[in-house]
């Protein structure tokens, strides 16, 4: 058996989309989207005001990949190689074949279908790939954008987890969504 530190990152391709490891030369395209407060608003960390920090996050995507519990892929555009977004999986329970999702995109980029191309693109790999049975999702009830997402991807919200996360300064509730492997999509 190939451990998975061993192996290439796996590269994902779509009708108009890359999703591939995000590296340190990929940390001033990632600092431009994260800084925007906009795009930060629910994201639980205020908006990067310094390179470093855009750095620190791409640190953190390789810590969760090296420990086997998450992946998080780099969006760009076909033929067009800076990162616009990125998306994919954390708190991955291998013993319970389950992960969160997440994601998100430059502001640019919204409402044009994106992220639901990379959604799938992600959730295809992790019920084949990865073996996951139950894909969920962890959604402030104020970003309405991100719960429409997952919805039109078939996720169920199950239910309301009150107080559930304290992140940049505040508690939040957080609706509780899920996918299953078998669920009929």
């Avoid at 750095?55 to 190689?81: F, H, L, P, Q, V």
């Avoid at 991955?92 to 992960?99: A, V």
């Avoid at 009830?141 to 429409?148: A, E, F, G, I, M």
Wanted: charged share 30%.
């Amino acid at each position: 058996m190939i451990h998975r530190h061993e192996k290439e990152f796996p590269v994902l391709e779509t009708k108009r989309l890359v999703l591939r490891e995000i590296t340190t030369d990929d940390a001033h395209d990632i600092f431009k989207y994260l800084s925007d407060k906009e795009v930060m608003k629910y994201y639980g960390l205020l908006p990067f005001r310094t390179n470093q920090e855009a750095i620190n996050e791409i640190e953190w995507y390789k810590k969760i990949y090296d420990a086997k519990t998450g992946i998080r892929w780099g969006i760009t555009m076909k033929n067009i190689d800076a990162v616009i977004g990125s998306c994919g999986f954390l708190n991955w329970s291998q013993e319970h074949f389950r992960t969160e999702i997440g994601a998100e995109l430059s502001k640019a980029y919204w409402r044009k279908g994106i992220m639901s191309e990379a959604f799938q693109a992600i959730i295809r790999y992790g019920f084949n790939q990865m073996e996951l049975m139950r894909i969920q999702g962890l959604i402030e009830p104020p970003n309405t954008s991100s719960q429409k997402l997952a919805e039109k991807n078939g996720f169920i919200r199950e239910g309301l987890l009150r107080k559930y996360e304290y992140a940049a300064g505040k508690f939040d509730d957080l609706y509780m969504y899920s996918l299953l492997k078998d669920d009929d999509l």
